[in-house]
């Protein structure tokens, strides 16, 4: 460009020449993390924190994981309609992705294994505008494949093809070890997967619809969305809440052991949450499925009787605000109980989020308005470069 002298313009614009104009102060209200601020609106689901309550499309929770499988509370979530025969089995991986993971090294972590996964399928298909239901149950039936697909891969293990006669859920643990779970085992994941589908604005949610605003395809939603849930703040805990246990020992070692881990700084997993002050009706839900598995870990008992400790600590260091225990307390003996390491608890959580992640995707393109909130800037002002 040297040496091109600019247009002249006989368009008056406001230079650098002009005075610093006064800064007005920006008194309007700014909530750290966003806490209690409305950012959208839903019909998916409703989180009563104060009460403790958990609703999809207005069925309860507890109803849900009772009577509903995954795939039909998939289906409800993107459609609406609820049809408890609704079936989703897994879908095949392109060879193009298989590739992919076969050239990752075995140490990767399963969450960017799956994030990879979903972002070279998304290139391979034709993901227009505006996403359709079709394009959701497309991608939430090929993540369980490519996650059994990276855990073989590692472990030197050939993938295993898609059962298509299976559901999502038991199909999912068919190929993660090539034969067939028993029926209690298969209950036990599929309610983790009810319970874990949908949470409202959640920060991965969030993620999602922001990436979906801007008219970017539904892959390009969950890969962001699957990175936003590898945090240890959202979904990293449930792994944390076994290695918690373990480094306590026992029962008896439990409150010392808290006492000094709260002193230092450190964090509960399993315990706390962003919007519920009562204790959450998913870890409710989840604690009958623990307790009632034919495989359970043998520190559940531990993990039960800890809970009342950390309650009652907690409360203690807190009186301001109430923790609770959260979801990932008991997901962490649910996921175990089924057979998977701990370090795949992150990645199967992202699965069961899929149909939440995507119905949230559907509607947002549905009502769509770019997202794009304001900052308060709090730098220097206005000045001039040294020299
Ligand atoms: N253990 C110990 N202290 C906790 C705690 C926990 N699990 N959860 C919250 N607190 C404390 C914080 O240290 C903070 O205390 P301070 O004000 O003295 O610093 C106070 O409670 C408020 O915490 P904050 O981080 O502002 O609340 P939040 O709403 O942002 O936190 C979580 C929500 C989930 C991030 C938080 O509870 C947490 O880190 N929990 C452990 C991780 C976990 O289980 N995650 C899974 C979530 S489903």
Known sequence: MTGTPRPATATVVPGDADPAPEREPDERPYSPGLEGVLAGETALSQVDGARGRL???????????????????????????????????????????????????????????????????????????????????????????????????????????????????EGFLYQLTGSRAEPGTTRALDAYFVVGAEHGFNASTFTARVVTSTRSDVASAVAAAIGTMKGPLHGGAPSEVVDQLARMGSVDRAEAWMRAALDRGERLMGFGHRVYRAYDPRAAALR?????????????????????????????????????????????????????????FPATFSLARTAGWTAHVLEQAGDNRLIRPDVRYVGEPERDLPG
Not at 148 to 156: N, Q, T, V
Not at 299 to 323: G, S, Y
Not at 327 to 339: C, T
């Open 288 to 344: 009958k499925v623990a307790e009632s598995m034919d495989h359970k870990p043998d520190w559940l008992q531990q993990a039960i009787e800890v809970e009342d400790v950390a309650l009652r600590l907690l409360a203690e260091r807190h009186p301001e605000r109430a923790i609770k225990t959260n979801v990932e307390y008991y997901a962490a003996p649910v996921l175990q109980g089924v057979g998977l390491t701990p370090d795949l």
């Open 55 to 169: 609703l999809y499309r207005g069925y309860r929770i507890g109803d849900l994981v009772e009577r509903g499988s995954y795939a039909a509370i998939a289906n409800l979530l993107w459609t609406g309609d609820w049809d408890p025969g609704h079936r989703l089995p897994t879908a095949l991986v392109p060879d193009a992705v298989l590739a992919g993971l076969r050239a990752l090294p075995s140490d990767v972590k399963p969450m960017d294994a799956l994030r990879t996964a979903v972002s070279a399928w998304g290139a391979m298909q034709s993901l227009d505008w505006p996403p359709t239901v079709e394009q959701a149950r497309a991608l939430t039936a090929f993540s369980p494949s490519a996650l059994a697909a990276f855990a073989r891969l590692r472990d030197g293990k050939d993938p295993v093809e898609p059962d298509p006669s299976l559901d999502l859920v």
